[in-house]
């Protein structure tokens, strides 16, 4: 074999490139890298999924408050005395300000990188719990 293969070698020198890789192994310098590449894809995949996450999240709540806002619209419409108008007013104005803020977060995540992104992570969770914890506090009121 060794005789055929150097004997084709010096008609098809991609033969002998060919013959001695192993296709099952995965370049490497120091036998390290193949662990780290697929570290590195799990790793994208792991950010790939917390992205998507993240943006159904905004997504849904973005619905939730523009639902909220057309229902303060159809209150404010259907009420009679135009004292009350002035509370589905600011209602509404609240609405779509949170709206407004979950839309920023939204493109904000878009642009995010996978560095940056445990600290938005982190920034974006708390601003669901404040916006959890305000909208208890309104409904309460």
Request: aromatic share 10%.
């Amino acid at each position: 074999m060794k005789i055929l293969k150097y004997t084709l070698a010096i008609i098809f020198p991609a033969f002998i490139i060919s013959c001695n890789t192993d296709r099952t192994e995965t370049p490497s310098i120091n036998g390290n890298e193949a662990t780290d590449l697929r570290k590195t894809d799990s790793l994208d995949r792991e950010f790939t999924e917390d992205v998507d996450q993240m943006r159904f999240r905004i997504k849904q709540r973005i619905n939730e408050i523009e639902a909220d806002i057309e229902q303060a619209r159809r209150e404010r419409e259907a009420e009679k005395n135009k004292k009350k108008w002035n509370d589905y007013d600011e209602r509404i104005a609240d609405r779509e300000e949170r709206r407004n803020n979950f839309q920023k977060k939204l493109d904000d995540l878009e642009t995010q990188t996978k560095d940056g992104w445990q600290n938005f992570k982190t920034d974006v969770e708390e601003f669901f719990e404040r916006d959890y914890k305000d909208t208890v506090r309104n409904k309460q009121l």
